[in-house]
């Protein structure tokens, strides 16, 4: 009996997988384990930007090592059809405050434009009371880039 394997997605298609989500995994490199936690995420057509709060191990395993692997996925809800992408690299703090300022905005305008709740916020450092703007008003949670990226696989099975 053969082996059947998921066949690879195109550019184009994992292209638009990113495109058309805003929620991945990324996996850090824990003290044993690998240590993975959800993000949304914002694609600019080059990086993945990701917030971070300024707590939590992320930050621990960040700092002793910015290399992780980052999946975004989209399946039906009987898995008769899925994609997903991993890409290998690694994280890089932005710091350039008008860079910031760009990427925090779109944070807002995924949110708003989504419909997404305001419950999200809490994972990014504000308050579900706040409003959207506050994540580009104020700088509650670091900026985050995917850069370097070293292995990709992006496989679908439709």
Request: glycine fraction near 4%; proline fraction near 4%; charged fraction near 30%.
């Given at each position: 009996?053969?082996i059947?394997k998921?066949?690879r997605m195109e550019?184009q298609?994992?292209?638009?997988l990113?495109e058309?989500g805003?929620?991945c995994?990324i996996a850090?490199?824990?003290?044993?384990?690998?240590?993975?936690?959800?993000?949304?995420y914002?694609?600019?057509g080059?990086?993945?930007h990701?917030l971070?709060t300024k707590y939590?191990?992320?930050?621990?395993?960040?700092?002793?090592?910015?290399y992780v692997?980052?999946?975004?996925?989209?399946?039906?809800k009987?898995?008769?059809c899925?994609t997903?992408?991993?890409?290998?690299?690694?994280?890089?703090?932005?710091?350039?405050?008008?860079?910031?300022?760009i990427i925090?905005?779109?944070?807002?305008?995924?949110?708003?434009?989504?419909?997404?709740?305001?419950n999200?916020?809490?994972?990014?450092?504000?308050?579900?009371?706040?409003?959207?703007e506050?994540?580009?008003l104020?700088e509650r949670?670091?900026?985050?880039?995917l850069t370097g990226?070293k292995d990709m696989?992006?496989?679908?099975n439709?």
């Amino acid at each position: 009996m053969d082996i059947v394997k998921i066949p690879r997605m195109e550019k184009q298609d994992y292209d638009h997988l990113i495109e058309e989500g805003y929620v991945c995994r990324i996996a850090f490199q824990g003290e044993k384990y690998p240590y993975i936690a959800p993000f949304l995420y914002v694609f600019d057509g080059k990086f993945l930007h990701f917030l971070s709060t300024k707590y939590g191990k992320k930050i621990d395993y960040f700092r002793k090592s910015p290399y992780v692997a980052v999946e975004v996925e989209k399946y039906t809800k009987d898995l008769s059809c899925y994609t997903f992408i991993t890409l290998q690299g690694y994280l890089e703090e932005v710091t350039d405050s008008i860079d910031k300022k760009i990427i925090r905005e779109e944070f807002v305008s995924l949110i708003k434009e989504r419909r997404l709740s305001n419950n999200i916020l809490a994972a990014l450092g504000h308050s579900p009371q706040d409003p959207p703007e506050a994540i580009a008003l104020e700088e509650r949670s670091l900026v985050w880039r995917l850069t370097g990226v070293k292995d990709m696989v992006a496989l679908k099975n439709i």
